[in-house]
């Protein structure tokens, strides 16, 4: 029961993508050539990107993605954007070659790369020390560039989005026990949810991203799990209420992936060393990102948030360890990503105990 609950908890924080990026990408650097190092195109390409913005042309990541259009022509790439407000079009007019390239989150592009979509999973990096272990390897290790391609597609960059936290609409549900009974919002795209929550006997209330924060603020569902950067756009602390509260405990790394289909690139000369380039550059660039997330959890109100001992702590890391033991052997994750971050913990810690074991 442990384990299917911190499933689906885990796989609702997905319907925080949007508002996370929306609150993000405002403040970052837009890249110049001079900082890539990346020739000129010798001929012009021309490319369609789609991506998910919550708002629309109006938000943020809209915005940013415009910056990023101007200067690319000087690379002589001509890019259109399209604005998506529903990820699942988005998605689905990428698999549908509708677009060339497109930027959602990292768990829904999962059904194109299984590896790198399955980067985001429940408790495989615990701080963001290790996230930034995996970015900076995401920008230099060349067998990690293979990986990255899975068919036509490539995940060409991964964007951090902040830890997602447990929240509640009343403190006293801090055992899986007492979520007995309780709502939880679910990916009204990934049917088996439901099931598992129904198991456990919480109620699922289906949800997507337009809807699923008016849902808690409005009492409809008494869980769900977001990153601190979704929190005042959002307004979650209508849901938390007087009683609620947010579990410092991350539970799971939030991502974002921009992905493009490689035929396009074809006659481009050199065409995986310009992505390690981009690569690198993002990695140089992070601890922005990772400023935005800082000052994003800072900024909420210290009476919600809840720390637990290191006694829970421990219960809570061993609980996610084994439920991310099933889901792999179940076929949600991806085992070689799975090695892969585990050695990412282990070089942090290398005296933890499951260092020792080969069951993951």
């Avoid at 490319?47 to 690319?72: E, H, N, P, R, W």
């Avoid at 006997?201 to 849902?215: E, H």
């Avoid at 409809?220 to 209420?241: M, N, S």
Wanted: glycine content about 6%; proline content about 4%.
């Amino acid at each position: 029961m442990t384990k299917i609950f911190l499933r689906n908890l885990l796989a609702a924080s997905a319907i925080t993508f949007s508002m996370a990026a929306v609150a993000a990408p405002a403040a970052l650097p837009s890249p110049s050539m001079a900082a890539l190092d990346i020739k000129p195109l010798d001929k012009p390409l021309h490319m369609k990107f789609c991506i998910f913005d919550l708002v629309g042309t109006q938000g943020d990541v809209f915005s940013y993605a415009k910056d990023l259009v101007l200067q690319a022509r000087k690379w002589n790439l001509f890019v259109e954007l399209k604005a998506y407000t529903d990820e699942r079009v988005a998605a689905e007019d990428f698999k549908a070659g509708q677009c060339d390239g497109v930027a959602i989150s990292t768990l829904r592009s999962k059904q194109f790369n299984f590896f790198m979509g399955s980067l985001d999973s429940v408790g495989a990096l615990p701080s963001y020390k290790h996230m930034r272990a995996f970015i900076q390897m995401f920008g230099t290790n060349e067998k990690l560039n293979e990986l990255s391609i899975s068919g036509p597609y490539q995940t060409v960059a991964i964007v951090p989005l902040g830890a997602a936290y447990v929240m509640v609409n009343d403190r006293k549900i801090d055992s899986i026990e007492k979520a007995a009974g309780k709502k939880v919002a679910v990916l009204e795209w990934d049917k088996s949810q439901a099931r598992m929550v129904q198991q456990l006997g919480a109620q699922p209330v289906a949800s997507d991203i337009t809807n699923f924060a008016g849902k808690f603020n409005n009492g409809q569902v008494d869980i769900i799990a977001a990153p601190a950067v979704a929190f005042k756009p959002l307004e979650l602390y209508r849901g938390l209420g007087t009683k609620g509260a947010i579990f410092r405990l991350p539970m799971i790394q939030i991502t974002g992936s921009v992905m493009i289909r490689r035929d396009k690139f074809k006659d481009v000369p050199d065409f995986d060393n310009i992505v390690m380039k981009l690569r690198q550059y993002g990695a140089s660039q992070v601890e922005t990102v990772f400023g935005i997330i800082d000052k994003s959890e800072k900024e909420i109100d210290a009476r919600y948030w809840l720390d637990l001992s290191p006694a829970e702590t421990e219960k809570y890391t061993k609980m996610m360890r084994e439920a991310r033991l099933q889901l792999t052997a179940e076929g949600v994750y991806d085992k070689r990503m799975m090695q892969l971050l585990k050695r990412i913990r282990c070089k942090s810690d290398p005296g933890n105990y499951e260092c020792a074991l080969k069951d993951e």
